[in-house]
């Protein structure tokens, strides 16, 4: 299970060559514990490039709109 959360502490940005200040940190739990620290910008960047590679899905619709509008 991952969860991302606020820093309690003042640490470095993980990204290298990046040096700002991290906000976030992602926990993977598990086994091993390893926080992953991003700042602001790093975070919004990694989201807009995880939204290329993995866009989400319309949901089905519930009903059969389509066929309702077919039967009219």
Known sequence: MMEIYECRHKVKCDFAGCGKVAKYSLVKRG???RDINFCDECLSE???LAGKVKAPRA???PFKLNKRL???
Do not use: H, M, T, Y
Request: a positive charge.
């Open 31 to 33: 086994l091993l514990r």
């Open 46 to 48: 990694i989201a807009r």
């Open 59 to 61: 949901v089905k619709s």
């Open 70 to 72: 077919e039967e009219k």
